[in-house]
């Protein structure tokens, strides 16, 4: 409640007379155990209000969404893993698996909790190379800050199309002001492959920033693979 969404939250409601309730996740739960928590206590304000479950006929509460449903449930784009098989130029070396996660993330609370909740599976405990975009109304100095604690290395790159997004090269020249190594390759397609060949054996690739380059990013590697 203390930080300004929080007040834009409390304010909103009390000028619509709107009910509002607080859920609290302590610092380390993690995103999914937040998200958990938090869809839990709307089951229970809706058997409040009346709203019956389907399956027993009583008001709706937290046992209405048990922890293997929850732990089932996904979205596209959202802590969503693929282990991509690079073949090295080597022929003496074999291929290997690159596990790449899509985060649409896109502003710095919530990429800092899609890292934390990551690097809760051991795969991902290391630092990301990072394929970052940001609409051009994003705090870039705010992720990119946060970043910089995270992140072996952010290729930056842009949005497709006419989206109004910050440019690499500035997002590059921030990264520099935090220490971070950083690369422009405007194309999002060219900057996966590039991620893919600056990742270390062993470590992961973190694409984050925007939705729009979640989505570019998925398709691609649903429909062929980095390249």
């Known amino acids: 409640p203390s930080t300004p969404a929080g007040r834009v939250l409390t304010e909103t409601a009390a000028a619509r007379a709107a009910d509002l309730q607080w859920v609290e996740a302590s610092a380390g739960s993690g995103l999914r155990a937040s998200n958990l928590a938090l869809a839990r206590a709307a089951l229970v304000r809706l058997g409040q209000a009346g709203v019956l479950s389907p399956v027993r006929a009583l008001p709706l509460g937290d046992t ?87 992140a072996s290395s952010v290729v930056c790159t842009s949005l497709q199309g006419d989206r109004p997004a910050w440019d690499p090269t500035e997002l590059a020249r921030l990264c520099a002001r935090h220490g971070l190594r950083s690369e422009v390759i405007a194309d999002p397609s060219h900057g996966l492959a590039r991620c893919l060949e600056l990742v270390p054996a062993g470590s992961w690739v973190l694409v984050t920033g925007s939705l729009y380059l979640v989505g570019a990013v998925r398709r691609q590697l649903l429909l062929s693979g980095p390249g």
């Open 64 to 150: 209405d969404l048990p922890q293997h449903v929850a732990v089932g449930a996904s979205l596209p784009g959202r802590l969503e893993a693929f282990d991509v098989e690079q073949i090295d130029v080597a022929p003496a070396r074999p291929a290997r698996s690159t596990r790449v996660v899509l985060d649409g993330a896109h502003v710095g609370f919530a990429v800092t909790a899609a890292i934390a909740t990551l690097r809760r599976d051991q795969a991902q405990a290391s630092d990301p190379v990072v394929l970052l975009a940001l609409a051009s109304d994003k705090d870039a100095a705010d992720i990119v800050g946060r970043l910089g604690s995270t």
